[in-house]
């Protein structure tokens, strides 16, 4: 039997939720959390940039799915339609600032646009939520800056190691 942690994947594109853009940034994100520390992903969503289609989105792959970590992409920016992190924040009990602020650090390094980003990381109860800007090399940079503190966060919520499936 294999262990694994449980990964939820949203991607908040109004153009992505109607078939006029496709996500780059999940076949990244997804080579990454199983390289990286074995995360699988279990549940994959397009959702439009809307705040509470994300809250609901993220809500149900936490309470449902039972996800142990969602990581958004899209919706950080400074677009009137970049929603992502204030439906994270209306729904986590917890932020973790160092996280992003690393991310914004090493992304900054790369390019000092990727300043504008506003992504949050949080917690909501035991599953961690990471947004991650929708470009495929800046959530790439993003993802790669916190990668190895993810999995010991994830324990430090658990309370335990991977889960066996």
Known sequence: MDTLWR???IWCSDRGARGEREDLSRSIITE?????FGGEVIDYRVV???IE????????MIERK???L???TGGTGLSPRDVTPEATLQIVDRVIPGFAEEMRRRASQVS?????TRAVIGTRKATLIINLPGAPRS???CLSAIVDFIEPALELLVGKQKRSM
């Open 7 to 9: 990964v939820g994947i």
């Open 112 to 116: 000092a646009n990727e300043l504008f």
């Open 32 to 36: 990454i959390v199983a390289k990286h």
């Open 66 to 68: 039972e996800v142990d």
């Open 48 to 50: 439009p940039d809307e």
């Open 53 to 60: 289609t994300i809250k609901e989105t993220m809500i149900e």
């Open 70 to 72: 969602i990581i958004t």
């Open 139 to 141: 959530a790439e940079i």
